[in-house]
């Protein structure tokens, strides 16, 4: 079992950065693969960026390329969320997720434990 627990969100400017943390607790975590999904009102649930176990392999959806920045930290069971040049449109609650599946998905049903989500609120 693993319990994730975000934190770092809060209120922003457009153009400025946030970084969230995402903290787990079980000792398999290092072998599962990581990610960031976040939730705006009235929308559903996106993906946004995913890492493999080894921080090898990392994947992003398109709207965040170049500006946010996945990372983990086997040794501390942290996960990182880096993001940059915050657009309005980013405003959303972030989630972090980890797969005991192979590879590097991006599909919400293929991740096995979610934290419950820190806000993210970007201003104009």
């Known amino acids: 079992q693993v319990q994730l627990v975000e934190s770092g969100g809060g209120l922003v400017q457009a153009g400025g950065s946030l970084r969230l943390s995402c903290t787990a607790s079980?000792?398999?975590?290092?072998?599962?693969?990581i990610a960031w999904f976040r939730q705006a009102p009235g929308k559903e649930r996106q993906f946004v960026a995913a890492?493999?176990?080894?921080?090898?392999?990392?994947y992003y959806t398109d709207s965040v390329k170049g500006r946010f920045t996945i990372s983990r930290d086997n040794a501390k069971n942290t996960v990182g969320l880096q993001m940059n040049s915050l657009k309005p449109e980013d405003t959303s609650l972030y989630y972090c997720?980890?797969?005991?599946?192979?590879?590097?998905?991006?599909?919400?049903?293929?991740?096995?434990?979610w934290g419950q989500g820190t806000q993210v609120t970007v201003s104009s």
């Open positions: 997720a980890a797969s005991t599946r192979v590879g590097l998905p991006r599909a919400q049903s293929s991740y096995d434990y």
């Open positions: 890492m493999n176990w080894s921080s090898i392999f990392t």
């Open positions: 079980g000792r398999t975590f290092s072998r599962y693969a």
